[in-house]
């Protein structure tokens, strides 16, 4: 996971999703807890209620799944549950700005206007 640069992978059984293993999994219970790192075995220390969507669901469920759960990632798998990759908070937001970043900047751009307006006015008025 160090080498990868990841915080999170899918582990699974006969090609079946049954968890994901966190770097947070490893230092709770493995280390905290006095375990040998080189010992203890992936599904002793997983997250076995694992969280998940399918491929084919929309873009729009999945995030709203996400932001409900507090769920920075979630694996993705089929409709048989094996596992066909992982979608990130981060892949939602490289698709699409959120509505609020839109309206922001337009928010900005409409001060920005009224501000040079009332520039404007002072100058006619001086």
Not at 18 to 30: F, P
Request: proline letters at 6%; charged letters at 25%; aromatic letters at 4%.
């Amino acid at each position: 996971m160090t080498e990868l640069e990841l915080d999170a992978l899918p582990v699974s059984e006969n090609d079946r999703l049954i968890g994901v293993i966190t770097s947070r999994d490893i230092a709770t219970w493995v280390v905290t807890e006095g375990g040998d790192p080189k010992e203890v075995r992936v599904g002793q220390a997983l997250s076995g209620d694992v969280l998940y969507c399918f491929g084919d669901e929309s873009i729009a469920n999945v995030a709203e799944r996400m932001a409900g759960l507090w769920a920075p990632r979630l694996p993705v798998v089929n409709q048989d549950r094996r596992p066909i990759g992982i979608v990130t908070l981060a892949d939602l937001i490289a698709l699409k700005p959120p509505p609020q970043a839109r309206q922001v900047r337009h928010s900005r751009q409409h001060a920005h206007s009224a501000r040079q307006a009332r520039r404007a006015r002072r100058a006619a008025a001086a």
